[in-house]
């Protein structure tokens, strides 16, 4: 079996803090970030960061399917790993870097995933490329956009209390 990483970056005008714990909040947060292509996240254990366990569907290229998932911290506060198992054999991880004096994130999203050998896996790793990049560049906007809600209902508790 042959593998495949894709991965996808961008910079979010938001502390690496934010991001991070909207990414490692699968009961409120990360649910915010998902695009269409996801539906039905459960949080079997846990619900924040390491030692949570997830179940998900998935519809990409046309089939829809159910995954489960152990969520690690390999660097708590920065790198955040989803696991499927090897049965799936994908694993997505999330790294949150403070950039710009900390007031905004480097966010990458990186995905290793089993495929085929031969001339059908070079077409599966095309088409899967093409997916996923679509996925993230959604997932990733969407993560900007809940980040910038999160600043400004602090920014008005801030004012309101002041």
Same mark, same amino acid.
């Given at each position: 079996? @042959?593998?495949q990483q894709i991965q996808m970056s961008t910079r979010i005008p938001a502390p690496a803090s934010l991001v991070y @714990?909207?990414? $490692?909040?699968?009961r409120e947060g990360h649910p915010q970030i998902l695009p269409a292509y996801f539906s039905d996240l459960v949080v079997e254990e846990g619900g924040f960061g390491a030692g949570t366990r997830i179940r998900f569907t998935m519809t990409a290229l046309g089939k829809t399917q159910t995954f489960r998932a152990l969520i690690s911290e390999p660097e708590p506060g920065r790198v955040l790993v989803e696991d499927n198992g090897p049965e799936a054999g994908t694993v997505t991880? +999330?790294?949150v870097?403070?950039?710009a004096q900390g007031e905004q994130a480097q966010v990458t999203i990186a995905t290793e995933l089993k495929s085929s050998g031969g001339l059908r896996g070079v077409i599966e790793r +095309? %088409? /899967?490329? %093409?997916f996923l990049r679509r996925v993230y560049a959604q997932e990733l906007k969407l993560l900007g956009e809940v980040a910038k809600q999160r600043q400004q209902? /602090? $920014? $008005?508790?801030?004012q309101m209390a002041g």
């Open positions: 079996m @042959n593998s @714990n909207i990414i $490692a909040d699968y991880t +999330f790294t870097d403070p950039v +095309f %088409l /899967t490329g %093409l209902g /602090t $920014a $008005a508790t801030i």
